[in-house]
């Protein structure tokens, strides 16, 4: 006879998307565990601009969510009102916006998440251990931590990231440089010319597919980055880091506001896996969430509001399989198609867009002079932001 796994659900990461699936499965009655590598609060190299869509989707789930979530960021947060683009050729756009987004970095503004986990839900939090290996047989899934604790379960929830340790187990894909960015970012103080409520974006001549930003992160902290599309850096042989250097000593934006800021710690890089490639995110009893789902914005590099939504979407097709005690291939497809349809749709049109766009460079130009109109302003914001 089969014995039960002592887990119905278990979520490999706790990230904004394993925190967001933990959100979403409480009181479903069922016995879901949260492993993360790291003991949190852990940083991750990141822009740390956190997107409107991100807040909308935990209010949604618990009106008093986003509200507590907020609260718990207030000491490290800054609210972000304008957006300032730079064209390559020079011609500056402001958008200000309406709905509240904000920027706060990932030390606090994901230890804030987990925090509602916490107070919120009866997950069991496994914290400072590695799954090393996933496996699965007919009646369950497993998972070896790097202590050679097995851990059972019936559904395995791959929201460990970009090198995910159960999509590689269970769902492999090879890498596709043309749907992957790299990016590097450094924090700064005592940068000059830099609102504490305006994110800036500089488009550049040399390098199409990305940009380089300039976000206030709050307390007079700018979190100052640049990212491009992997095929480009391999095939320009592009040392980001330096490169990122390079920018703020010479870029005549940059360069003047940047001579007397001072760097708070190493530039660091991370992967960006973009989204809208249609690959697939579920198989037999398991499930792929936020960055080990590919499913970044391929226009902005935003992902975390895509973590949150899938994590969300994950937690619902997790109810509805261990109701039905159904963890077949079929039955998990069901998830890709409401990630497809709520997300993979827009993603896949907006990689269209970031290819055309890297290879007509007159057209990014006059979408910015379209922008100085404000009614073909409001139009392109719809579009693109
Ligand atoms: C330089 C850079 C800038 C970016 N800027 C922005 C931005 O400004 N705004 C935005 O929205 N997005 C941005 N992104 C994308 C964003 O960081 C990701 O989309 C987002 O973090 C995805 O969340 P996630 O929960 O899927 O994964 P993650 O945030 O990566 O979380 C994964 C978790 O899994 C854990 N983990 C990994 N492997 C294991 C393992 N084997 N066992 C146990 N635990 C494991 C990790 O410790 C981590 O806590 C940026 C990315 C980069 C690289």
Redesign the pocket.
């Given at each position: 006879m089969a014995t039960t796994p002592p887990y119905d659900v278990l979520i490999?990461?706790?990230?904004?998307?394993?925190a967001a699936c933990a959100l979403a499965l409480a009181g479903s009655g069922l016995r879901v565990a949260l492993?993360?590598?790291?003991r949190f609060p852990?940083d991750?190299?990141?822009?740390?601009?956190i997107?409107g869509p991100t807040l909308k989707a935990l209010a949604r789930l618990k009106p008093a969510y986003a509200q507590e979530l907020r609260n718990l960021t207030q000491a490290h947060r800054t609210d972000v009102r304008t957006s300032r683009l730079l064209s390559p050729a020079g011609v500056e756009v402001s958008v200000e916006w309406r709905a509240p987004a904000f920027n706060s970095p990932r030390l606090h503004f994901d230890e804030a998440l987990l925090t509602l986990v916490r107070r919120h839900t009866s997950t069991t939090l496994l914290e400072g251990d590695?799954?090393k290996k996933v496996w699965q047989t007919d009646e369950l899934v497993m998972a070896q931590l790097t202590d050679q604790t097995e851990l059972r379960a019936r559904l395995i929830i791959g929201?460990?990231?970009?090198?995910s340790?159960v999509g590689r187990s269970l769902l492999p894909q090879p890498l596709n440089r043309a749907r992957h960015c790299a990016?590097?970012?450094a924090y700064y103080r005592g940068v000059t010319d830099a609102p504490e409520t305006t994110s800036e974006f500089l488009f550049l001549r040399r390098y199409r597919a990305g940009y380089c930003w300039v976000f206030p992160v709050g307390g007079g902290v700018y979190n100052v980055?640049f990212?491009m599309l992997s095929a480009d850096i391999a095939r320009h042989k592009v040392d980001l880091k330096q490169e990122l250097q390079q920018l703020l000593t010479t870029h005549p934006a940059l360069a003047s506001r940047f001579r007397a800021a001072l760097p708070l710690g190493p530039v660091q890089g991370?992967?960006?896996p973009l989204g809208g490639s249609g690959r697939p995110l579920s198989g037999r009893r398991v499930l792929l969430?936020?960055?080990?789902a590919a499913l970044?914005d391929p226009l902005q590099?935003?992902?975390?509001?895509k973590?949150v939504i899938s994590g969300i979407l994950a937690a619902e097709h997790a109810r509805r399989c261990c109701e039905a005690q159904d963890f077949s291939r079929a039955s998990l497809a069901q998830y890709d198609q409401a990630v497809h349809r709520r997300l993979g749709r827009d993603l896949a049109r907006r990689y269209q867009l970031m290819r055309v766009l890297a290879r007509a460079p007159w057209l990014v130009e006059l979408a910015f002079a379209a922008g100085r109109w404000p009614r073909l302003r409001r139009w392109l914001v719809q579009a693109v932001g």
């Open positions: 490999v990461g706790a990230g904004p998307a394993g492993v993360d590598k790291a852990r991750k190299v990141c822009g740390d601009a997107p590695a799954v929201c460990d990231g970009t090198h340790v990016a590097v970012r980055g990212g991370f992967g960006l969430c936020g960055d080990a970044i590099g935003h992902g975390i509001d973590a």
